[in-house]
């Protein structure tokens, strides 16, 4: 992985960590629901922040889905040390905590990937002439090329 991936990665997790934990931080314990709690707007953002080391690094599919989709568990993980830390008795099934908020976001992780990588793709059909781009005048369509034409489209 290069040292770019490595750095947008580095910021996408805690940057999602804090997106996902601030909302759910802030419900009481009894009130807590999972996975409820932590489907929303804030797993769009995680969704849009595994797209962005895909974008802006070319990271891999896996590494920016896995490594940005764990951030919302992580955050779960951290009011459960920081509830038992207070009172011990909480969070009796605290693996089963983890395991309903690592669904959605992976969800949301893989989604952002994939939709990262559709847009890395697709920018990358535009700078090779294979796609009208409707910022780049005089481009020449995919369908152009493929029958041998010649000329802006």
């Known amino acids: 992985m290069a040292t770019n991936s490595r750095i947008v990665l580095a910021l996408a997790f805690p940057g999602s960590f804090l997106v996902v934990g601030v909302p759910y931080w802030q419900i009481?314990?009894?009130?807590?629901?999972?996975?409820?709690?932590?489907?929303?707007?804030?797993?769009?953002?995680?969704?849009?922040?595994?797209?962005?080391?895909?974008?802006?690094?070319?990271?891999?599919?896996?590494?920016?889905?896995?490594?940005?989709?764990?951030s919302v568990p992580a955050a779960v993980l951290a009011r459960i040390i920081y509830d038992t830390w207070s009172d011990p008795?909480?969070?009796?099934l605290w693996p089963f905590e983890i395991i309903l908020a690592t669904g959605p976001g992976l969800l949301a992780g893989i989604i952002g990937a994939f939709v990262g990588g559709l847009l890395t793709k697709r920018h990358g059909a535009w700078s090779a002439g294979?796609?009208?781009?409707?910022?780049?005048?005089?481009?020449?369509h995919l369908t152009n090329q493929l029958e041998g034409k010649t000329g802006g489209a």
């Open 28 to 70: 009481p314990y009894a009130q807590v629901s999972l996975p409820n709690s932590v489907w929303g707007l804030s797993l769009v953002v995680v969704g849009a922040l595994a797209a962005l080391p895909t974008i802006l690094s070319g990271t891999r599919f896996w590494s920016s889905a896995l490594i940005v989709g764990v």
């Open 89 to 92: 008795t909480s969070h009796n």
């Open 130 to 140: 294979l796609l009208k781009n409707p910022t780049q005048p005089g481009t020449l």
